[in-house]
């Protein structure tokens, strides 16, 4: 069974600091190209980061740039997301996408992420 499972979300204050993973089954991780996309409360997706299949190659959201940092294991095939410095608004549920995998997309069920004093 293709399965991504999201782990590492909670509770955390303004300025700290969380590391979400996201570990893969049933299929060749390091052939896929990794990203992470997140939903805020009452709000549609936001694509937030993605990392090449051998980890060489990143990107960002600009509104996680500098702060945020993706990264990928495929030894253990996993995919990580160091998130510092974190914002009231990135408050969401984050999850990890790993694209179109025979024949379906294939995500994460979502760890969530409360960013509050």
């Known amino acids: 069974e293709v399965q991504l499972v999201d782990s590492g979300g909670g509770l955390v204050q303004p300025g700290g600091s969380l590391r979400l993973s996201c570990a893969a089954s049933?299929?060749?991780?390091?052939?896929?190209?990794m990203s992470w996309v997140r939903q805020a409360p009452g709000k549609g997706l936001e694509w937030v980061a993605a990392i090449n299949t051998g980890g060489s190659s990143t990107n960002y959201a600009d509104s996680v740039k500098g702060r945020f940092t993706i990264s990928r294991d495929n030894a253990k095939a996993t995919v990580y997301l160091q998130m510092n410095s974190l914002k009231p608004e990135d408050t969401a549920a984050y999850y990890c996408?790993?694209?179109?995998?025979?024949?379906?997309?294939?995500w994460g069920q979502g760890t969530l992420v409360t960013v509050s004093s």
């Open positions: 049933g299929f060749t991780f390091s052939n896929y190209a």
């Open positions: 996408y790993g694209g179109v995998v025979t024949g379906e997309d294939v």
